[in-house]
């Protein structure tokens, strides 16, 4: 059948900007690959290798079996809400009030809603690049500009006050930040972030810091920017410290009089975060469930301590250490100057997925490739000695 009669789709002008993730190419090809019967490491996958611990899963079923599978409040559960505020309690020993936190559709439901309620079209949203690209088709979305300021290592990869101050303008209205970052694990320093807190707040845009990788940070450390006052926004999920990616459930925790309109837009955007999610989430907040997580942060960790020299004697260079998250971000211009040709090589001549450096920006982005320790040990052994022997 030919494509006779068959017309484009007609689209928005928006599409045009709002790429596609490159690496789901190379992720296609790897599973054609594993069709024939290749054996593939997959360094690629930004998301844990483990899955929600037994009891969470047992709440989530349970919920399903009572029946408790109907629409919730817009911003979540009461009790859930109430747990996340005891979750911030016990863990960074911060007292928030529940009301101020508000249950999503994962840390992507929080973004929007978030950016849905605060920019006005030509708004402009300064971020970091290399970043989580998500962000600016998010801004693009809603018609604001994103504007992705260049970082390396000398930052840590992350924004700085000076950085911030050298590329605001008239129309910058929000400022995002993400610590541990996505792809290079950095994290932002205290006194950094109150920095750049205290710009923001000195200049009226709102600080928009998204700690979806707290909790796995080696070693552990919780501060969070939540105990900051002012225009400051915390977005956080279910998905990564809490191995619950397909369940969908974040939060947000935002200041009181900014409430109300999260609420309304989450009613029209959503209607309701998942149900039977937000119960498990109730048994992944519980103290034995985190003492399980603290030991699968000490096996990221272990996993880093061995991929970060392993790739450095492959010739990659890693200007800073990662801090946490399950990303290396690395430079590879002494090996090649296209990261997305060698990805692909890797790929088809090594058997080895990794994420190019495109995916995330473009300051650099054909230098970098981000390897993610989201698989075994052994599995992580296996990719190196056959990067080592495609290196020579
Ligand atoms: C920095 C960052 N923020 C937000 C998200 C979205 O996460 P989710 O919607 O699964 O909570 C991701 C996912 O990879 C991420 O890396």
Known sequence: MGTEGASSPRLAARMAEIQPFHVMRLLARARELERQGRDIVHMEIGEPDFTAPEAVVEAGVQALRDGRSHYTPASG?????????????RQYAVGLDARRILVTPGASGALQLLLGILLDPGDEVLMADPGYPCNRNFVRLYEGRARPVPVGPETRYQ???????????PS????MLASPANPTGTWVAEDDLRAMAALCAERGAALVVDEIYHGLLYPPRWWTAACLAGEIFVINSFSKYFAMTGWRLGWLVAPMEYVEALERLAQNLFLAPPTPAQYAALAALDEDNCALLERRREIFRQRRDYLLPALRRLGFEIACEPDGAFYIYADCSHLDNDSFI????????????????????????????????????????EGVARMTEFFG
């Open 172 to 175: 910058t209205r929000v400022v």
């Open 159 to 169: 924004l700085t006050e000076e950085l911030l101050r050298a590329h605001w303008s």
């Open 77 to 89: 559960l009461t009790e859930l809400r109430e747990a996340l505020a005891d979750y911030y309690r």
């Open 342 to 381: 060698l990805s692909r090589q890797l790929m088809e001549q090594a058997g080895v997925v990794v994420t190019p450096g495109i995916d995330f920006g473009h300051h650099r982005a054909d230098q970098h490739l981000r390897f993610a320790y989201t698989t075994s040990l052994e599995r992580l052994r």
